[in-house]
């Protein structure tokens, strides 16, 4: 009896044994489980993308993956050449940076508007972070081209609350599906080259944006630098409703000379390649971002004027 009893209690505690063993590996599992991203959630840096601008430097921030982050930087030395970046770096929702190491730097000549030559990468491992700030600017840390700042052109938020409201429109009743689309008619209209189109003062230089049709706008510049003698470009480009831009790539540049009477004594031409962009910020507001003129034009903002009767 004593016997069996022994061997009863020994049969027991090996399954007791096999049965903690056992528990082990889904233990483990789960906490594996516990720390990886959930590929649904989204990027935080969605909330900060768009352009940013400081003096000749400007910068484009977009989101990659679960944390990541993908950067492009140019800074333009003369009309044509400059220096370019690219990088990719994680965001730490802690110190609200983005930290990378694989920073590509790059001397380019452009020779239009998205065209460049890369005439020499001058490092590829670059390393530090850009830090996003309370008030919606950026402050770039590298360490070979540190702290530089930059100012937001252009914010643009993610589009969270318009998915919502169609997935809201989509298991509502029929009837409430016409609104929804004359709602998001109504928002792309807002994009429209027509609501832009119009001109533009800042001191002595008035800029005219005409809408041809199509998107094509029509540009021109009117810059009086004395009395008798004014600057005057012309140009033409597409409108990218996304980005609320004109890109151009057909500036021409003419110096007219004024008699007394206001009869043209001389119209010279200095160029016939100019290229750049018109920026509109969407509050009557607008830049005039152009290479060969970047000495003279950058920092300015000018304002559209009011239709006569409004």
């Known amino acids: 009896m004593k016997k069996s009893i022994a061997l009863l209690l020994a049969l027991m505690l090996c399954l007791s044994l096999f049965a903690a063993c056992g528990k082990s590996t889904p233990t483990g599992n789960t906490d594996d489980s516990a720390v990886q991203v959930d590929e649904d959630t989204q990027n935080p840096v969605m909330n900060f993308i768009g352009d940013y601008i400081n003096d000749r430097c400007s910068m484009t921030l977009l989101a990659e993956g679960a944390l990541g982050a993908k950067v ?9 050449d400059g220096y370019q970046w ?3 770096g994680t965001f730490d929702e802690a ?3 983005i930290n990378y190491t694989d920073a590509v730097k790059k001397s380019v000549t452009y020779t239009d508007v998205d065209v460049f030559h890369v005439n020499d990468i001058i ?3 670059g390393k530090g ?3 996003i700030n309370d008030d919606g600017t950026l402050t770039w840390y590298d360490e070979q081209d540190e702290n530089m700042s930059f100012e937001p052109l252009e914010f643009n938020p993610p589009e969270v609350a318009d998915t919502t409201e169609a997935a809201d429109t989509t298991a509502a009743a029929d ?3 016409a609104p929804a689309s004359t709602d998001a008619a109504d928002a792309e209209e807002t994009r429209k080259l027509a609501d832009f189109a119009g001109t533009y003062q800042s001191d002595r230089c008035s800029i005219v944006v005409t809408d041809a049709g199509n998107g094509d706008a029509k540009i021109e510049v009117s810059w009086g630098s004395s009395a008798f003698e004014t600057a005057e470009w012309t140009m033409s480009g597409y409108f990218d409703g996304d980005t609320m831009r004109i890109n151009y790539s057909d500036g021409v540049k003419k110096v007219v000379t004024y008699a007394e009477d206001g009869s043209i004594v001389e119209s010279k031409t200095e160029y016939e390649d100019g290229y750049g962009r018109i920026q509109f910020y969407g509050d009557g507001t607008m830049a005039w971002q152009d290479e060969k003129e970047a000495d003279q034009v950058i920092g ?3 304002n559209k004027l009011p239709v006569d009767g409004q």
Do not use: D
């Open 72 to 80: 492009t930087a140019y800074w333009g030395e003369t009309a044509q």
């Open 123 to 125: 490092f590829e491992n």
């Open 86 to 88: 690219e990088l990719t």
């Open 175 to 177: 009837t409430t599906e």
């Open 129 to 131: 972070y850009i830090q």
């Open 95 to 97: 110190t609200m940076r």
């Open 300 to 302: 300015m903002v000018f």
